[in-house]
């Protein structure tokens, strides 16, 4: 059943929500993308595999996500601020790579498909929140990471993916 959307904020309106489905067996983030030979990736930055290809996802329960559309240019600080802190925003990768089978060509679903980035919330391997962006390009997915220290601020045409608790 659909979660009643929230009030719209001062940096983020609520667009809807979606549920990953629960995984049963550890999630090796590297095998995902060795292994998969369904979805389209165009490219996986080296900072991404450098931070997460090493990692290990423990078994998690199905999980709601909220998608929010970024309504001006924001580092990640104010963005993880108003969706309640870090602890609030994490996410698993394993739960958006179970939203990108969903749409493994490109096709329109959840994840926007325009060109601009699907922002989930993780800890690399070393425990550091990072921002995971996904994008869809015409040459497949695209997938990467920053710290949220990094200053780097997103626009406005970007969307947001946190965790209903």
Not at 20 to 26: L, S
Not at 78 to 88: C, N, V
Not at 149 to 158: C, K, S
Request: net charge positive.
């Amino acid at each position: 059943m659909p979660q009643p959307i929230e009030a719209k904020t001062a940096l983020l309106e609520p667009l809807g929500t979606v549920v990953a489905p629960a995984t049963t067996a550890p999630v090796v983030i590297r095998d995902l993308f060795t292994t998969n030979t369904r979805i389209k990736f165009a490219n996986t930055f080296s900072e991404f595999k450098g931070r997460f290809f090493d990692k290990t996802e423990k078994p998690s329960k199905a999980v709601t996500y909220r998608k929010y559309k970024l309504l001006r240019i924001s580092p990640d600080g104010p963005i993880i601020a108003e969706l309640g802190g870090e602890s609030k925003v994490e996410a698993t990768f394993g739960a958006a790579f179970a939203l990108l089978q969903l749409q493994p060509g490109g096709e329109a679903g959840f994840l926007q498909t325009n060109g601009y980035a699907n922002i989930f919330y993780s800890k690399d391997k070393q425990k550091e929140l990072c921002a995971i962006r996904i994008a869809w390009t015409s040459a497949g997915w695209v997938v990467d990471t920053i710290s949220v220290r990094d200053p780097l601020a997103w626009n406005g045409q970007h969307e947001i993916f946190c965790p209903v608790a």
